[in-house]
């Protein structure tokens, strides 16, 4: 792990045979699965702290739209455990929940990509927190 911030820890990066570069990330949050889960799979959630889906089927195979970021399709959806978006130009991202122990919620987050560019997570991932917590 290259850095611990309050709840994020960034794991290591990889870079495929293809070129795909995957970014890991675990997040932690003090709060119950259905709280992360409506702020990573539902549209009024991630216009909270990612982007406005300006449109979101909630199931596999919906289309999503993020304002900014790109529109796509939902290629994994297991409700409370696993939502991923596929964006075109943007590439996978994926939001895998388990209950923490004792309590709480872990997000175990992959961004797989053509780009070689940091695509910001850091900062959008303090964004989730305070979002989740229901700070601004």
Not at 13 to 23: A, P, S
Not at 25 to 43: C, D, G, H, I, K
Request: net charge negative; hydrophobic share 35%; charged share 25%.
């Amino acid at each position: 792990m290259t850095g611990v911030t309050r709840g994020i820890e960034e794991g290591a990066t990889e870079t495929r045979e293809d070129g795909t570069r995957v970014l890991h990330y675990l997040l932690r949050f003090p709060q119950p699965v259905e709280n992360v889960w409506a702020a990573v799979a539902t549209s009024e959630g991630l216009r909270g702290w990612l982007a406005a889906a300006d449109v979101f089927e909630p199931r596999l195979g919906g289309t999503v739209t993020l304002r900014g970021i790109g529109s796509g399709r939902v290629t994994a959806w297991d409700v409370e455990r696993v939502a991923e978006y596929a964006v075109e130009g943007r590439g996978r991202i994926r939001f895998h929940l388990e209950p923490g122990r004792p309590s709480g919620t872990t997000i175990r987050f992959t961004h797989e990509s053509a780009e070689g560019e940091d695509p910001g997570w850091r900062q959008r991932f303090e964004r989730l927190l305070a979002y989740v917590e229901g700070t601004p």
